[in-house]
């Protein structure tokens, strides 16, 4: 297989994840915090680990603390939902959210009256107007913050921490979707002024799938959204009041959880400025390719450094779920339609159809690309 799916998750995962996982996995594989023996404890320490190393890759101080949930529409229903809801109460977003954003606020715009408005940046340049967005919070002045850090469809990058800092002045709370950026784009929580942090395990930061969460003030009021025992003050009927305890319900995914661990380490070792800068080397190589084909559309920035490698596309005559067919019938896997964004594909202009996606990582080789540059001849050439 020959793989450009890396936003839907990133694929190979470095070698010590696989063999750390497995072997963690088949030695120390019990629960934590339901024992004191010594495995359990070996498994406890694992976690508090990783939640460290995962602090310390985003610039954490002590007023910071790290809650695992099994994905990040879990981490961002639990945020969202949490949140005590006021009508009148305006939350601005990007148009480039996942559904796990939209369709949790399109829950609760139901039965409360909250004013969901959308941040947009420039049709062609894909770059935001900070000086329109304070003009905006002036206008109209935000309670919520949601940004998308980097969009799943087109890859363009939030400037997070300069539209963050304009919300503040009105005390906003800001939420930001990391789940394709955190590990990738160094990012610093504390100076950004982020409130709540989304991450999701298996995408750039090169765990596997079962593990994602999200950061959090450890003074923040958020109440839990999913209730159920978690071996702490087992006697009480309500949930531990402290933070992480208050949110992790049910028994905790140690092979996930030591699979994040080994993928911190690597990334810690390799360094994100470093992984970034491969990154950015092979997107280039992909658009190169790309260009050279009269019958395909590109949708990028003008800008490498303001997007991540993810490239969406439109092919003439031929819809994205009939290029998606032929390229994997050559054993070429990318992704194909709205990719669950339905508004980035209204404000560009590609619904219905989407587009085809492909998406790079640290592991896209120069054999990749040569693949589906003779996959994309014979569809220029043939088709």
């Not at 070996?42 to 190393?53: G, H, K, P, Q």
Request: hydrophobic content about 40%; glycine content about 6%.
């Amino acid at each position: 297989m020959y793989y450009f799916d890396n936003a839907a998750t990133t694929y190979p995962k470095p070698s010590e994840v696989y063999d750390f996982a497995d072997s963690f996995y088949r030695s120390t594989g019990v629960n934590v915090s339901r024992g004191q023996y010594k495995e359990a404890s070996i498994a406890a320490n694992l976690v508090s680990e990783t939640r460290e190393l995962l602090l310390n890759l985003l610039h954490c101080n002590s007023s910071k603390d790290v809650v695992f949930t099994p994905s990040a529409t879990i981490a961002i229903n639990t945020i969202l939902n949490g949140i005590k809801w006021k009508d009148g109460d305006i939350v601005y977003i990007t148009c480039f959210e996942h559904n796990a954003v939209r369709r949790t606020l399109n829950h609760i715009a139901e039965t409360i009256n909250i004013n969901i408005r959308h941040l947009k940046p420039n049709k062609k340049t894909l770059e935001y107007n900070l000086e329109e967005i304070a003009c905006e919070f002036n206008l109209n002045k935000p309670k919520y913050l949601i940004l998308n850090h980097a969009s799943n469809v087109f890859g363009l990058i939030t400037p997070i921490e300069d539209i963050i800092k304009l919300a503040k002045k009105y005390n906003a709370v800001s939420i930001v979707d990391m789940a394709q950026t955190a590990g990738l784009i160094d990012t610093n929580l504390i100076t950004a002024q982020v409130d709540y942090a989304i991450f999701a395990g298996h995408k750039t930061l090169y765990a596997p799938f079962g593990i994602a969460g999200f950061v959090i003030d450890k003074t923040s009021a958020l109440p839990p959204y999913i209730y159920g025992g978690n071996g702490v003050e087992s006697m009480s009927l309500r949930m531990p009041e402290q933070i992480p305890e208050r949110f992790e319900s049910g028994s905790l995914n140690i092979y996930a959880i030591a699979g994040l661990n080994a993928a911190l380490k690597w990334l810690k070792n390799t360094g994100i400025n470093n992984i970034r800068d491969k990154e950015i080397e092979t997107t280039e190589s992909l658009l190169k390719i790309l260009r050279a084909y009269s019958n395909i559309s590109l949708i990028k920035t003008n800008n490498i450094n303001n997007q991540i490698g993810i490239i969406s596309c439109t092919f003439d005559s031929y819809s994205s779920d009939s290029i998606g067919k032929i390229l994997s019938d050559q054993n070429i896997a990318v992704r194909t339609g709205i990719h669950c964004s339905p508004d980035a594909h209204d404000f560009l202009g590609t619904s219905p159809a989407g587009t085809v996606r492909f998406s790079v990582s640290y592991f896209t080789s120069q054999e990749d690309l040569f693949v589906l540059k003779n996959a994309l001849d014979y569809i220029y050439n043939n088709l």
